[in-house]
């Protein structure tokens, strides 16, 4: 009996199927129901959160003749049909990485020209939106300002800060959300229910975590330890032999010998770790959990996390020492780096000289300028392996100037900035532990646009905090009740605060001590 892959079969195909995703789902919904869509749209998130699949639900929706009560499409006219299927005109999926010159863009506005033969709406889903060079995004502005009322832009990137804010400006944007454990792994018991497969709960928790909040990579590591085993129970130690999870042990080792700064321990760790065929990035994502509970065990001080952290008495008695002998930023560091190189690692070819890399630089922070410029170079090195995939643009971070002048505020500081700003002690006290050592770090200031802006001095944490930027919000609107708008930036450490941003605890007279 052959076995269909569930991340293939089980493809959402109406809102309600789109899990972790409700707030967008919600809106969208409500949008097609009282008839008010949007013609640009942008959608922003990392891969797997289900940015396509809603693109492609709202293009089908939007045409559908016969649409479900929240305004899903019905899956069955003509229509629906047509689209699924891929013989509709009326839907373009196009590859921005590799169509991003001003000659493609050129070619999608002369088509638009042209109102759709059948259905109501010509849809364009522009994938990897932030790859357009800026030629072409400059020739597609004009028509996203005003497109023809049959046309509905939908733009999708996993990095929107590389956008010219002139197209972010005119699109409505929605941030898919990191998918959660829980979700993750209720949707594979449905799955995996649907299809008879007998598999352990602990089993299908340890592949939603490695899923790393992608529905998609956790339904294909899934479909990978199915296939395996298929036709037999699933288990916990099945799932750990297939993914290759590795001791805790190693990670202790690891670990140690990073403490003691022991670069030939660590390599010869990684070579180890290789020679078992290890997966590398599978490898590194079980380290940052190993040194999550490590920074769990520092933040407690009476054990209280000890539940938390599922592990057994003798791997705890490891953790404890390592615990009592790390400094929290050095953890946090720790933490920093290792998240960034789980990142890198997605579209790294050469993965493992990347972990060296990137353990030498943990080790010896002093030489960080050199070791980049290394990376440098094996980023270029994979490049040019990547034959055909032109690089992204390169944005030019514009620093500010040098100013030896305050910064002084440009417009009135709204009532919730304010209110932020007065209350940081308390929301600071409100913070779940793992983000309240980096917010500390925190100064605040105003954006252009009266937003709440989140300035740190450390750039892994500006990259840290944008990732779980949700956790971040939820804090906010939580604690005032409504929703604030708000950014994080990062600013240059070499000069003062105010002299970069308006310091807006010293601009509004407010005072109180956040200890380190
Ligand atoms: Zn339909």
């Not at 400059?138 to 996993?158: D, Q, R």
Request: proline share 3%; with cysteine.
């Amino acid at each position: 009996m052959s076995y269909t892959a569930l991340y293939r079969k089980f493809r959402p195909v109406s809102f309600a199927d789109v899990k972790g995703q409700e707030h967008i789902v919600t809106t969208l919904t409500n949008q097609l129901t009282m008839n008010r869509i949007g013609h640009a749209y942008l959608f922003c998130g990392t891969r797997g959160t289900g940015k396509t699949t809603v693109a492609k639900i709202l293009a089908r929706a939007v045409n559908c003749s016969s649409p479900l009560e929240d305004g899903s499409p019905c899956g069955e006219c003509e229509m629906c049909r047509a689209i699924a299927e891929g013989r509709s005109l009326n839907v373009a999926e196009i590859d921005a990485a590799s169509n991003n010159s001003v000659e493609n863009v050129r070619q999608i506005i002369d088509e638009l020209a042209y109102p759709p033969v059948d259905g109501r709406y010509r849809v364009y889903i522009l994938d990897e939106a932030h790859m357009l060079s800026q030629g072409a995004a400059n020739a597609l502005l004009k028509t996203l300002e005003e497109p023809p009322a049959y046309v509905i832009f939908i733009l999708a990137t996993t990095d929107p800060a590389k956008l010219p804010v002139t197209i972010m400006s005119r699109c409505q944007r929605y941030d898919f959300r990191r998918i959660s454990i829980d979700t993750i792994a209720e949707r594979m018991k449905e799955l995996t229910e649907a299809e008879g497969i007998d598999v352990e709960e602990k089993a299908l928790r340890y592949v939603a975590r490695a899923a790393d909040g992608s529905m998609r990579d956790g339904l294909s590591l899934l479909d990978q330890c199915v296939a395996f085993h298929f036709g037999e129970t699933l288990t916990y130690e099945r799932v750990l032999d297939i993914l290759g999870a590795v001791d805790t042990e190693v990670f202790s080792r690891l670990l140690r010998a990073v403490m003691a700064g022991e670069v030939s321990g660590a390599m010869k760790l990684v070579e180890d770790v290789v020679m078992q065929g290890r997966e590398i990035r599978q490898f590194v994502t079980d380290f940052l959990w190993y040194l999550r509970n490590i920074m769990l065990l520092k933040a407690s001080d009476d054990g209280d996390m000890e539940e938390l952290l599922n592990v057994s008495g003798e791997h705890l008695k490891a953790l404890k020492e390592e615990a009592q002998q790390l400094e929290m930023n050095t953890i946090l560091r720790y933490i920093s780096v290792f998240s960034e190189l789980q990142q890198n690692l997605r579209y790294a070819t050469q993965k493992r000289i990347m972990l060296e890399t990137w353990l030498i630089r943990l080790m010896r922070p002093q030489m960080d300028t050199d070791v980049s410029s290394l990376l440098e170079r094996v980023r270029e090195l994979e490049k040019q392996l990547k034959n055909g995939i032109p690089a992204a643009a390169v944005s030019v971070s514009a620093k500010p100037a040098p100013a030896a002048e305050k910064v002084q505020l440009s417009r009135a500081v709204p009532e919730e900035v304010k209110q932020i700003v007065k209350d940081w002690p308390v929301i600071l006290g409100k913070s779940s532990f793992l983000y309240k050592a980096m917010l500390k770090t925190a100064k605040l200031s105003m954006g252009e646009n009266g937003a709440l802006l989140l300035c740190f001095e450390e750039s892994l944490h500006v990259k840290t905090m944008k990732e779980h930027s949700e956790e971040l919000a939820e804090l906010l609107n939580e604690h005032l009740g409504k929703e604030v708008p708000f950014e994080i930036a990062g600013y240059d450490p070499g000069q003062e605060f105010d002299t970069q941003f308006a310091d807006l605890k010293e601009l509004l007279n407010i005072s109180y001590e956040v200890e380190e």
